[in-house]
């Protein structure tokens, strides 16, 4: 069982930047792909970024490419997602998830995923 807890969420105003953290329990973490997804009210959940095993291997979705980094920290079993430039479309519930199997495959969708954690809201203001 693994059990992931975000925080860092809050209300910003456009340009603004937050930086979201989700702490896992488990003590093999560092084998984990990590990922970082969001829903808006009404919309589906889409990918946002993950993060391979080490570190040393990322993506990002289109829409936040160039504004939202990816990073881990296997020694405290905790990834982050830095957010800049945020915009009133990044408006949304922001959750991670691991995928314990990765396979030495980032996936994209949701469904590889086996855990996530209860979300953390993102709001900005324009």
């Known amino acids: 069982q693994v059990q992931l807890v975000e925080s860092g969420g809050g209300l910003v105003q456009a340009g603004g930047s937050l930086r979201l953290s989700c702490a896992a329990s488990?003590?093999?973490?560092?084998?984990?792909?990590m990922g970082w997804f969001r829903q808006a009210p009404g919309k589906e959940r889409e990918f946002v970024a993950a993060?391979?095993?080490?570190?040393?291997?990322?993506t990002n979705s289109d829409s936040v490419k160039g504004r939202f980094t990816i990073s881990r920290d296997n020694a405290k079993n905790t990834v982050y997602l830095q957010m800049n430039s945020l915009t009133p479309e990044d408006t949304a519930v922001y959750y991670c998830?691991?995928?314990?199997?990765?396979?030495?495959?980032?996936?994209?969708?949701?469904?590889?995923?086996?855990?996530w954690g209860q979300g953390t809201q993102v709001t900005v203001s324009s």
């Open positions: 998830a691991a995928d314990v199997n990765p396979g030495g495959i980032m996936k994209l969708g949701s469904r590889f995923y086996d855990y």
């Open positions: 993060i391979g095993w080490s570190g040393s291997t990322t």
């Open positions: 488990g003590r093999t973490f560092s084998s984990y792909v």
